[in-house]
């Protein structure tokens, strides 16, 4: 098929607007899928995806059209991601493409994640078409949706097409408009094969499959193959395309989107974004756009009973072969016994790692507090990267601890400004300015540390804008801080499991609630036991477990007082040497506990 009746297009939206099921009609419209296999959502493999109602993994599908023209166009589509924590992939799956649907729900109307993934799309010089999608709701408001497309986004109404995904109202007019304003794939002159891999999956019976867009010249089976970024050379042992199961093809060809399978044995050894190139004539230079992805999300997960430590090691290596983006590291800790130190690339990210540990491999698994990564200058001069609080220098040797900052876009109805300002300032932000969307709602940019919204933010601002507001953020390198390390000691010993990086101005606040949740779950001892929260030698906040009486004077039928006192002073006697010598073991569920209700 001539690259002239070619399109490669994804589709691009705030979560929940309507983007898997727009796919679903898609693919139906073209005939793509039977009658027989129809189902919602079948473009999201997974059961979590199907649950929660978002896409982890982009999805590419083949699908010819008919078109008015007479002509039949092959249309290859980049189902996306929307949530931020894999932005990247998403900025992946766009440089495969031509073109974009940016879909905005009649009845919210433009979202911070719809103008972050539009910004995405331009960046990339994709021709936008606008979808204005749910017009059959009742409170749609098509009109008003159309000026914020003008006013905010700067895109031609009159390009906009009106559709309902659900009803499958409009989805013709939607592929004419792809077929119309999309313009095909550039043929790249040069006999030299430059193919971007876009993401990757792990088959237990074929290896890697890595999912390809074809710039110029072409993969055929029993081609050798260079990946650029690491030099490695593989044999192709088959290509095809996905419509939307795998099915494969003699030959992929400039233009194209579909799957490579080579002898590769991890995804750790296919780099998304990188690009494939023929071992005899490599390309001079790659196609731009790479970079690596580095987590920026660490936490510790352990299992619940020291002995599933073998299970969740083979665990975390299987789901590592399948996300390239997660990492893992063996630790120990006093509290915990053994674990893993994983990195996530935001805390969706690690949500959806923790819950398939759960489902998939039956693990029951605990995890401390999330962390980010701080980079500490040292006073000989040296920069210390630092991802565990353990692992910080005592403070003599620190110059300063910078930490990760964000720049934040949030999307609320007018009347939260106030609320959510003070939202912000209690999370150590800054205001940058406010953008008034329309009458209703403004946008305000904000500039946050990394690590204060790690937990609880969204939630908050959900729950102040009666769940009207939305997010979106962007990475904005590190800023120093006045940050310290806080210990928890539970009778004078440091509990490693609750060490943390916290600015000074929380510290007393976070450690006072901590020393107050370990006071409820710690069972009371023979002596007094301290709880502190301490920050070098100094203690911040304190909380007392009084010590478990025993009634040594039960069995004194009257007589004279000074026996019972007798026995009274050494029992005192008794607990002071006990308070001097005697540990506390904290139990497991404990740990759990306090852990379970921090993060």
């Avoid at 009609?25 to 005939?31: A, C, D, K, N, P």
Wanted: glycine share 6%; net charge negative; with cysteine.
């Amino acid at each position: 098929m001539s690259i002239e009746l070619t399109r490669n297009f994804s589709i691009i939206a705030h979560i929940d607007h309507g983007k898997t099921t727009l796919s679903d009609r898609l693919l139906e419209s073209t005939q793509t899928i039977t009658v027989r296999q129809q189902q919602d959502q079948l473009l999201d493999s997974m059961d979590l995806e199907r649950e929660r109602g978002i896409t982890i993994k982009s999805h590419p599908v083949t699908m010819f059209y008919p078109a008015k023209d007479g002509k039949t166009y092959k249309l290859n589509l980049l189902d996306t991601p929307g949530h931020v924590d894999f932005s990247y992939e998403v900025s992946r799956s766009l440089a495969a493409c031509e073109g974009a649907l940016l879909l905005v729900d009649a009845s919210q109307g433009v979202e911070a994640q719809t103008v972050a993934n539009l910004n995405l799309a331009l960046q990339q010089n994709l021709h936008v078409i606008p979808v204005i999608n749910k017009i059959d709701l009742p409170n749609a408001d098509v009109e008003n949706v159309k000026k914020q497309l003008e006013d905010i986004l700067q895109l031609p109404a009159d390009e906009a097409v009106s559709a309902s995904a659900k009803m499958g109202i409009g989805i013709v007019d939607i592929l004419e408009a792809v077929i119309r304003l999309i313009p095909p794939p550039k043929s790249i002159p040069g006999e030299y094969l430059r193919a971007s891999v876009f993401d990757s999956i792990f088959d237990p019976y074929r290896g890697v499959v890595s999912y390809v867009r074809v710039f110029s010249g072409t993969i055929k089976r029993g081609q050798k193959v260079r990946m650029m970024s690491t030099g490695l050379d593989y044999e192709v042992k088959d290509v095809g395309v996905f419509k939307p199961k795998m099915l494969s093809t003699d030959i992929l060809e400039s233009g194209d989107v579909g799957y490579v399978i080579a002898n590769v044995k991890t995804t750790a050894d296919v780099k998304i974004g990188d690009t494939l190139t023929e071992t005899r004539k490599p390309a001079p230079e790659a196609l731009p756009g790479y970079k690596e992805i580095h987590p920026l999300v660490f936490s510790g997960i352990y299992p619940v009973s020291t002995d599933d430590f073998e299970a969740l090691k083979m665990a975390v290596g299987k789901l590592q072969i399948n996300d390239s983006a997660f990492t893992f590291m063996a630790e120990s800790s006093a509290a915990l016994g053994f674990g893993f130190r994983c990195g996530f690339l935001g805390l969706l990210h690690m949500e959806i790692v923790q819950e398939r540990l759960r489902r998939e491999f039956m693990m029951d698994v605990i995890s401390t507090y999330p962390s980010v990564i701080y980079e500490v200058l040292k006073t000989n001069g040296d920069l210390m990267i630092v991802d565990n609080p353990v692992f910080l220098p005592p403070t003599a040797e620190i110059e300063e601890i910078r930490e990760p900052m964000v720049k934040i876009f949030i999307m609320v109805p007018n009347e939260y400004i106030g609320d959510m300002m003070n939202l912000v300032m209690d999370k150590r932000g800054q205001m940058d300015h406010t953008e008034t969307i329309d009458d209703k709602r403004v946008m305000l940019h904000c500039l946050l540390p990394l690590n204060e919204i790690l937990v609880d933010f969204n939630d908050k601002l959900k729950s102040i804008t009666r769940g009207y507001g939305s997010m979106d953020y962007e990475h904005a390198g590190y800023q120093a801080g006045d940050l310290v390390k806080m210990d928890i000691l539970v009778a004078t010993e440091p509990v490693d499991a609750f060490t943390t990086i916290v600015h000074r101005s929380k510290a007393e606040s976070r450690g006072r609630a901590l020393a107050t949740k370990l006071k409820e779950v710690i069972p009371q001892q023979l002596f007094v036991v301290a709880i502190q929260a301490a920050i070098g030698g100094k203690v911040i906040a304190s909380e007392r477990i009084s010590a478990m009486r025993k009634d040594v004077t039960a069995k004194c039928y009257g007589g004279d007082i000074s026996r019972k006192r007798k026995l009274l002073d050494k029992q005192k006697e008794g607990k002071k040497r006990m308070k001097s010598i005697g540990r506390v073991n904290i139990p497991q569920e404990a740990f759990i506990e306090v852990l379970k209700n921090s993060s």
